[in-house]
């Protein structure tokens, strides 16, 4: 009789994310710039609705094993609601990366877990959390952390500049020198990856809410204890043109917040016309 074949399994076909709807100022995604990943990869291990997890994050996450209770409890937490994982894609894996309100600094950790190629500086207000960034430092030539003031001043120069879950925290006219900030440190071109919610009339949206209220409460956030500031799709789109940026949105697919990723770049200075 003839050897039976082995059958080979279907390999599970990925499940791409959904683009986003483009509101009025929108213009096309930006190019993905040298290493990045534009793509959205296969959900790996998702540690909860809409969240991803690699080998990158856990190691990140690793690095804080040594940190007070309190700090590793908030990373483990960070960890698994705010799919940075998902984020990180869009980071191009070269070159010069600046992370503004980088907290505990779990996702500047990150960047450089998943790529040696990175070289990563976190800012953050809050002395007590750059302490524990610092303490999760193992390559202080390739990552540092230190305290500034986002919106008071602009970052050094650099190839990208991140922002991941802090606009919502100042108010509307305190995001957008943010924006400038990061524009002023960037040349033509230079590309901004920001995390960030919307508001919508969404059942999500109250859930963003209600969570940031509780982080806010429980003292692992600092800021926006009056209120918080989300904008609307349109509103953040406005921000970043007047700021200097054309600009793209990605929904984060799944997730039970109004979560969102803006791709923007550098627009071209306009050159005034000879007469």
């Not at 040298?34 to 790996?44: E, K």
């Not at 193992?138 to 003031?149: I, P």
């Not at 406005?238 to 979560?259: I, K, L, Q, S």
Request: glycine share 8%; net charge positive.
């Amino acid at each position: 009789m003839p050897p039976r074949l082995r059958r080979r399994r279907a390999a599970p076909r990925r499940q791409p994310g959904r683009r986003a709807r483009r509101g009025p100022h929108a213009h096309h995604r930006p190019a993905a710039p040298n290493g990045a990943r534009l793509g959205h990869g296969p959900q790996a291990g998702a540690l909860m609705p809409g969240a991803t997890t690699s080998g990158a994050l856990n190691r990140a996450v690793h690095r804080y094993r040594s940190a007070p209770l309190g700090a590793r409890l908030f990373v483990h937490g960070r960890a698994f609601l705010s799919d940075l994982a998902f984020v990180e894609r869009f980071v191009p894996r070269n070159g010069f990366v600046v992370d503004l309100g980088c907290g505990h600094g779990l996702f500047a950790c990150l960047l450089r877990e998943s790529s040696d190629n990175r070289r990563v500086l976190g800012i953050d207000l809050d002395p007590r959390k750059i302490e524990v960034a610092r303490g999760a430092v193992r390559d202080t030539q390739w990552l540092r952390f230190e305290v500034g003031d986002v919106v008071a001043d602009p970052p050094p120069k650099c190839d990208v500049v991140t922002i991941v879950d802090v606009l919502y925290l100042l108010p509307f006219e305190q995001q957008e020198r943010v924006l400038r900030n990061a524009a002023s440190a960037l040349g033509e071109g230079g590309p901004v990856v920001v995390k960030a919610q919307e508001r919508r009339t969404d059942p999500r949206y109250a859930i963003t809410y209600l969570q940031e209220t509780i982080t806010v409460s429980l003292g692992f956030t600092r800021g926006g204890r009056e209120r918080f500031f989300f904008p609307t799709r349109e509103e953040a789109l406005a921000m970043f043109e007047r700021a200097g940026f054309v600009v793209e949105v990605e929904d984060m697919p799944n997730r039970p917040y109004t979560d969102v990723v803006y791709l923007a770049r550098k627009a071209p200075m306009k050159t005034s016309a000879v007469s």
